[in-house]
């Protein structure tokens, strides 16, 4: 039980570590890093909770 927990756990942070990488990309190519820190960590929530809605509408198949 606690092992599918901890998958779940590891998986929110995905979104959130992809839109820190291009975030920090993005701000560098602006030349304002902080700037694209702070859309990149906003966007990569955002996937987190799509991903994670969508995620709780599936049924089980067992």
């Given at each position: 039980m606690?092992?599918?927990?901890?998958?779940?756990?590891?998986?929110?942070?995905?979104?959130?570590?992809?839109?820190?990488?291009?975030?920090?990309?993005?701000?560098?190519?602006?030349?304002?890093?902080?700037?694209?820190?702070?859309?990149?960590v906003?966007?990569?929530?955002?996937?987190?909770?799509?991903?994670?809605?969508?995620?709780?509408?599936?049924?089980?198949?067992?």
């Amino acid at each position: 039980m606690s092992n599918d927990r901890d998958k779940s756990d590891a998986a929110y942070g995905i979104g959130i570590s992809i839109g820190l990488a291009l975030g920090v990309a993005l701000g560098s190519a602006m030349s304002n890093v902080g700037v694209g820190i702070a859309l990149g960590v906003g966007l990569g929530v955002a996937f987190d909770a799509q991903r994670a809605r969508r995620g709780n509408g599936k049924r089980d198949k067992s």
